[in-house]
Structures are given as structure tokens and as C-alpha cells.
């Protein structure tokens, strides 16, 4: 274990390293389109573009929220906030007329697409409902591939690229993540399929996968802590009752115990993802994937897990879930 850790320092060493030798384009000017802005990596994605010059289409699922206001505030006048709702297909129609508009106006075309948006859920199978199910792939899968197709002939003419936030979920199997897990696996697929067919066009296809960031994301605090809180309600409520006697109440308690206290296990900041993003968008040839690791330890054992799964047996992963990962699986990953 301990050479593993060591192996890992020292290649994440190496990388750092070397980001600030890599060619990187000139952006200034040139136009990205983020969706889900109004908290967590998008909002932070946003800031550094704006930052680099970049002309920034900032989409929010409420553009006229306090997030999105100071995000506005705190930026240039090339950012602009976008109304996004990636499941109306009115409002992608909408924001796809608004960035052609800006182009006619200033030229600034649209260099890249980074879908970023994603929700969250968390259960056991058999206690999740199929609405839970449809409601994240709408988001995570669906969103991701209506908005990709909507932006892509942009992206297409201006030989640019595609950034799919996929999370180190698109790459393991733990109890009580499938709601979210698949969609990301099915992220995973979707970005493959696409980069191989772009590869044609000039057009570069990224995945980033950020491990356990949960804590800084706002995905474990606020609104969207009461909302998993209330699922978890839902949850029981509407199991069929032989599923409730054979779980049984405590067992199910159980499970979400650590939902609290799990930001308390994830990365203080966001700035290793925002890197690799940035990387993504302005390196001349980025990586296929970006694997973050995050967490406080020395190492992040989501990423480490996802990095075993190629090599090992499925008796040797299923061993590590089982003395890794606690009861509830949530503290150590960081949802």
C-alpha cells in the first residue's frame, strides 16, 4: 500500500512540474460555454477563464439567483450569465441563439464546451425509486448529450473541444451509488464515442474526473444536504414492505449516518480541478482524462480504487470496498 502511495506522489509531482511547460493556446477573447455555474467546480471554472481572457457563457440553473449575481459582479463584462436548465430543451435552444448572437457581434466563436452540471443521489437499489434514477440521467447523461449536440457544430468549425466533467464515480462500483454511478459510467461511453468520431474534424474530446471533492462543491451542504435528507425520507416511504422487513429501519439508518459529516473527508479546495479544466481547455494537446484525486489523506482511495479496477481481479476490488470503505460508503467518498 505504502509503495502505491509513494508511486502516486511522485507522478502527481511530476506532473505539476511540467504544467507550466506544456504549449498553451492564446485565449483572449475566444468563447467557452460552462453549464451548471451556479456553485461548486463551474462557478470556480468560470472565474479562472474569465480571468485568462476568455470570453465565458456561464450557464445557471438560476441566472437570476445570488450565486449567479455574484459570479456576474465578480467577473469581467466578457462573462455573461446564461439561463440553463440542461432538461428544458427551450432553454438550451435559447442558449445556443445567445452565443450565435454574441458571435455575430464579436467574432469570439466558441473554443470549447464544458458540461459540468450533474446532481446527486444516494440508495441501495432496491430502496431507490425509477423516478430517482430518471431525474439524475436526465441531468448527468441526457443533459450532457442534448447540450453536447446543441453546441457542437460550433465547436466543430472552430476545430475546439469538449470537456465532460465525469467524476472518479464513471470508473468504480460501490454500494449505494448506482442512481448516480451509472450515469456516470454512461458519461464515460458517451465522451469515448464522441472523441473518436470528432478525432476526424480536428476536435478534441476531454474527461475530467474529480474524486473526493464533495466538501467544497456545495453538493454536501445547504439545499442540496436538505434535498438528499428528504430523499432519504422518500426512500423509506415509498419501499415495498417486504423490502422495509428485510432491511430493516436500522440498517437503513444506518447507511446515511455519515451523510453529515462527509464533507468533513473532502479536499479544502477545488483549485486541483479547476487546474486540470484549465489544462483541458488551453493546452494545444490535453490528456484524454484527468483522474483528480482529492480527500485530506495522502491519498484519495476513490482514485486509487478507480486506478486498481484496471489491473485487479473482481475479488481483489470487492475485498478492498469491503475493508476501504466503511458501513455507509458516503464519509470516504465524499458525494
Request: aromatic share 10%.
Amino acid at each position: 500500500m505504502w509503495m502505491i502511495v509513494v508511486i502516486l506522489s511522485v507522478l502527481l509531482g511530476v506532473y505539476k512540474s511540467r504544467r507550466s511547460n506544456l504549449r498553451r493556446i492564446h485565449g483572449e477573447g475566444q468563447g467557452i460555454f460552462i453549464t451548471g455555474c451556479d456553485t461548486g467546480f463551474g462557478y470556480d471554472l468560470a472565474k479562472r477563464l474569465d480571468g485568462l481572457g476568455f470570453r465565458v457563457f456561464a450557464g445557471c440553473l438560476n441566472s437570476n439567483g445570488k450565486e449567479a449575481g455574484e459570479l456576474a459582479r465578480s467577473c469581467s463584462k466578457l462573462l455573461s450569465v446564461v439561463q440553463l436548465d440542461v432538461t428544458k430543451e427551450d432553454q438550451i435552444t435559447s442558449a445556443k441563439a445567445y452565443v450565435e448572437t454574441v458571435h455575430r457581434i464579436t467574432g469570439c466563436g466558441l473554443w470549447a464546451l464544458v458540461n459540468n452540471a450533474g446532481i446527486d443521489c444516494y440508495g441501495d437499489i432496491e430502496f431507490c425509486p425509477m423516478e430517482f434514477y430518471r431525474r439524475v440521467a436526465d441531468v448527468n447523461l441526457f443533459g450532457m448529450v442534448h447540450v453536447t449536440k446543441t453546441f457542437l457544430p460550433m465547436i466543430r468549425k472552430s476545430k475546439g473541444r469538449v470537456i465532460n466533467n465525469i467524476s472518479v464515480k464513471g470508473r468504480l462500483s460501490l454500494p449505494r451509488i448506482s442512481v448516480y454511478g451509472i450515469t456516470k459510467y454512461g458519461g464515460e461511453n458517451f465522451s469515448d464515442c464522441l472523441r473518436l468520431e470528432m478525432r476526424k474534424f480536428g476536435v478534441k474530446v476531454v474527461i475530467v474526473e474529480p474524486g473526493n471533492f464533495g466538501g467544497v462543491t456545495g453538493i454536501l451542504s445547504g439545499s442540496n444536504l436538505n434535498r438528499l435528507k428528504d430523499d432519504k425520507e422518500t426512500i423509506w416511504n415509498r419501499a415495498d414492505p417486504e423490502v422495509k422487513q428485510v432491511y430493516g429501519r436500522k440498517i437503513f439508518e444506518s447507511q446515511f449516518s455519515e451523510l453529515e459529516r462527509a464533507a468533513d473527508t473532502s479536499c479544502r479546495t477545488t483549485t486541483p480541478v479547476i487546474d486540470a479544466f484549465e489544462d483541458a481547455v488551453t493546452l494545444e494537446n490535453p490528456r484524454t482524462r484527468y483522474l483528480v484525486h482529492g480527500g485530506r489523506g495522502l491519498f484519495d482511495k476513490c482514485c486509487v480504487y478507480a486506478t486498481l479496477n484496471s489491473y485487479l481481479t473482481t475479488a481483489w476490488m470487492d475485498y478492498l470496498v469491503d475493508r476501504w470503505f466503511n458501513s455507509s460508503g458516503v464519509a470516504e467518498i465524499g458525494i
